[in-house]
């Protein structure tokens, strides 16, 4: 049976904030910005001969002071690369919500992770994301995301990777995405029938302000959960078009309701104000006022905190 998309996850992921851990002066902002979650990025933003520099700073700042009210991911490099173990073992003594395993072609990538995640006794609540940045990737988007319903499965997260994919198909980038639509449907498509979340890929421009709505507009239309983002600039705008804006919710309270209302018993489908609303929207409608639910809760804390 699959699940609604409003049902995916109850986690906030309208905002992801991708940290070189090889800079300690951003890994120290993170604690200060108001993103949903942050990748401590291993990979891509680190220089090979500073991959043990990087994994230290890491190291310290999970042992300095936690990092609160945020989901804290770590994305290693490719288990086939020299660095790939060693960042796995710092992951298991660091225990983040999750790891993100970069370039995954198939299934098996995945499963290799789980399987080195097992063999530690790694607490089960220790997620795995997958970036979703080669053509095989994308041809294989399905079956990577049917695996995160196999038992013990961990995976939990899709997050696409666009540079990645341009380069290795030469697609252009360009305002629209539009010949990159297919491919981040197809994602979407995936994590839908498996019951996963999917973040829509960095925006580098990140002084192009209507640039970067334009494209956050355009992967909330499609049905990402949030973005992956590379500057604390990017944090507001995102949390804005991902998150549920008030009139949705109005709306979402208004037919939860309707549903809640006796003379609604026994009905699937219900007049509402003029338009015809069924059991599934009460879903989505549940699912929308626990999100801005989080999103109030979090933002009582932060004034508290202030
Ligand atoms: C892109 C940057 C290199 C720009 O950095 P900088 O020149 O320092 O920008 P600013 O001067 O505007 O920065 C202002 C302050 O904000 C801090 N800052 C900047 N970025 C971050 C961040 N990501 N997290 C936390 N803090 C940040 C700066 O330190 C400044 O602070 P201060 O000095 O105190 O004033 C930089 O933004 C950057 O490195 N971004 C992240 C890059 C990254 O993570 N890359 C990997 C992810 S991209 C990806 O995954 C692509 C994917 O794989 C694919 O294939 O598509
Ligand atoms: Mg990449």
Known sequence: MSRNPATRSARLRRSVLSVPAINPRALEKTHAVDCDAVIFDLEDSVAPERKAEARENLRNFFSARPLEGKERII????????????????VIALNPDAVLLPKVDEPQDVMAVGDLLYEADAPEDLRIWAMIETPRGILNAAVIAEAGRTPGSRLDCLVVGLNDLRKETGVLPQPGRSYL??????????VS????????SVFNDFRDEQGFDAECLQGRAMGFAGKMLIHPAQIEP???HFGPDPAAVAEAEAIISAFADPASDGLNVINAGGRMVERLHLVQAESLVH???LIAA??????KTM
């Open 238 to 240: 995102a949390n804005r």
């Open 75 to 90: 994305r290693i490099n490719d288990l086939s690369t020299n660095f790939g173990l060693a960042d796995m073992e710092l």
């Open 291 to 293: 999100k801005a639910r």
């Open 193 to 200: 029938a498996y019951g996963l979340d999917a973040i829509d």
């Open 298 to 303: 979090r933002q009582a804390a932060t004034r």
């Open 181 to 190: 639509v297919p491919w981040l449907m197809q994602v979407v498509l995936a």
